[in-house]
């Protein structure tokens, strides 16, 4: 969403004034009258990320229903830390109180020991008088080192990218480069989308065939809508006809490509490979700087693609505090309780799962 004068004024403040430890922070509950400030201390807190903007509260409550708890440290009148929680319950699923759900990163983001304390002592409060199955913080790196934590299922794929599109095409290990060298000689072309309509069913019929439930529609039309120009798709056409198609996340100097897919043709002419070096190249144009490939299971086709791409995998720790359950949850499809479920998944003509997805996907988190 373009930022207001408000907003810029409240980065400026943010940035200018002195901390001073000494005082003690208070945790608050967010209102839409925070929007502004807490958006501006996310644009400088180092351990922010886009799946802290305060638009994400919006989406989870317009697009899922899902209840939320967005807290944020106060000090002398201004913000030190946030905190975005989404309440996810379901029969199927169990009852978690997440930051943030759907979303990759999250957890606590604060500007000192104190205020990132505070935080994390108000969600575990919440959490138990909530009497949730768990609380879950999605960091980037270990904070809670006493607690569970979730650390060798997923990784994060995260590279610099140069001002000059052909060191970036250098920077591509051979064999890759070799495909993206493909898809341009096969004359692919990629256009930016102003909605969803190409991506949507394209996406939809990727997710299916690997066995995953659908995001709604609206969903992907609440992103848009929230995020304005720092969520934009791009898409790729072969002889006109569209083949792949991705949804992009813009923050700070980061291009995070978040949901892609690609139709059964695109991978005869290299459809992703072309896909993706398309956002490398338009993002470095735009003055991005840093390429975030976002989370994969380790040792999966996911993770192998990016690895071919020359990115490193980083370990992402996903932290849990226990309150009814016993156990970290286990709801991913590797775990082998679900493989028939993913099986039949797959078979299911595109119409059925595209209207039984949303009801499940929802309750994911």
Same mark, same amino acid.
């Given at each position: 969403?373009?930022?207001?004068?408000?907003?810029?004024?409240?980065?400026?403040?943010?940035? +200018?004034?002195?901390i001073d430890s000494s005082t003690p922070v208070r945790v608050r509950e967010y209102t839409p009258n925070d929007a502004d400030r807490w958006d501006a201390f996310v644009d400088t807190c180092?351990?922010?990320?886009?799946?802290?903007?305060?638009?994400?509260?919006?989406?989870?409550?317009?697009?899922?229903?899902?209840?939320?708890?967005?807290?944020?440290?106060?000090?002398?009148?201004?913000?030190?830390?946030?905190?975005? #929680?989404?309440?996810?319950?379901? &029969? #199927?699923?169990?009852? +978690?109180?997440?930051?943030?759900?759907?979303?990759?990163?999250?957890?606590?983001?604060?500007?000192?020991?104190?205020?990132?304390?505070?935080?994390?002592?108000?969600?575990?409060?919440?959490?138990?008088?909530?009497?949730?199955?768990?609380?879950?913080?999605?960091?980037?790196?270990?904070?809670? @080192?006493?607690?569970?934590?979730?650390?060798?299922?997923?990784?994060?794929?995260?590279?610099? /990218? $140069?001002?000059?599109?052909?060191?970036?095409?250098?920077?591509?290990?051979?064999?890759?480069?070799?495909?993206?060298?493909?898809?341009?000689?096969?004359?692919?072309?990629?256009?930016?989308?102003?909605?969803?309509?190409?991506?949507?069913?394209?996406?939809?019929?990727?997710?299916? &065939?690997?066995?995953?439930?659908?995001?709604?529609?609206?969903?992907?039309?609440?992103?848009?809508?929230?995020?304005?120009?720092?969520?934009?798709?791009?898409?790729?056409?072969?002889?006109?006809?569209? /083949?792949?198609?991705?949804?992009?996340?813009?923050?700070?100097?980061?291009?995070?490509?978040?949901?892609?897919?690609?139709?059964?043709?695109?991978? +005869?002419?290299?459809?992703?490979?072309?896909?993706?070096?398309?956002?490398?190249?338009?993002? +470095?144009?735009?003055?991005?700087?840093?390429?975030?490939?976002?989370?994969?299971?380790? $040792?999966?086709?996911?993770?192998?693609?990016?690895?071919?791409?020359?990115?490193?995998?980083?370990? #992402?720790?996903?932290?849990?505090?226990?309150?009814?359950?016993?156990? /970290?949850?286990?709801?991913?499809?590797?775990?082998?309780?679900?493989?028939?479920?993913?099986?039949?998944?797959?078979?299911? @003509?595109?119409?059925?799962?595209?209207?039984?997805?949303?009801?499940?996907s929802r309750a994911l988190g």
């Open positions: 969403m373009p930022r207001t004068a408000l907003a810029q004024e409240a980065t400026e403040e943010a940035t +200018a004034l002195p180092p351990d922010a990320t886009f799946f802290h903007r305060a638009g994400w509260q919006r989406v989870l409550t317009e697009a899922f229903g899902h209840p939320t708890h967005y807290l944020y440290t106060e000090r002398d009148g201004r913000i030190t830390g946030v905190l975005p #929680l989404g309440h996810v319950r379901s &029969r #199927l699923f169990g009852n +978690a109180l997440v930051s943030v759900p759907f979303c990759v990163y999250g957890g606590v983001a604060a500007e000192d020991e104190a205020s990132a304390q505070a935080l994390t002592t108000a969600a575990r409060d919440l959490a138990e008088t909530l009497q949730v199955d768990y609380l879950e913080l999605r960091h980037r790196e270990r904070r809670n @080192p006493r607690w569970p934590c979730k650390d060798s299922l997923y990784v994060t794929f995260r590279k610099s /990218i $140069d001002p000059d599109p052909e060191k970036n095409m250098l920077a591509i290990p051979r064999k890759q480069r070799a495909m993206v060298r493909k898809g341009i000689k096969h004359e692919l072309a990629s256009e930016i989308d102003a909605g969803v309509e190409r991506f949507f069913p394209i996406y939809a019929d990727s997710v299916r &065939r690997l066995g995953t439930p659908v995001f709604s529609r609206r969903y992907f039309e609440t992103l848009r809508k929230v995020f304005g120009p720092d969520c934009d798709v791009v898409t790729v056409t072969s002889d006109g006809e569209p /083949i792949s198609s991705v949804l992009n996340f813009h923050f700070r100097d980061e291009v995070l490509p978040y949901y892609g897919g690609g139709t059964e043709q695109a991978r +005869a002419v290299a459809g992703y490979d072309f896909l993706y070096w398309e956002v490398m190249r338009r993002a +470095a144009e735009d003055g991005r700087r840093l390429f975030d490939y976002g989370r994969s299971k380790r $040792d999966t086709g996911s993770y192998s693609f990016k690895k071919n791409w020359g990115f490193e995998p980083e370990p #992402l720790y996903y932290e849990y505090h226990l309150v009814r359950a016993k156990q /970290i949850p286990d709801i991913n499809p590797l775990n082998p309780k679900y493989r028939l479920f993913i099986a039949g998944w797959k078979r299911l @003509p595109l119409p059925v799962a595209n209207w039984l997805g949303p009801w499940i």
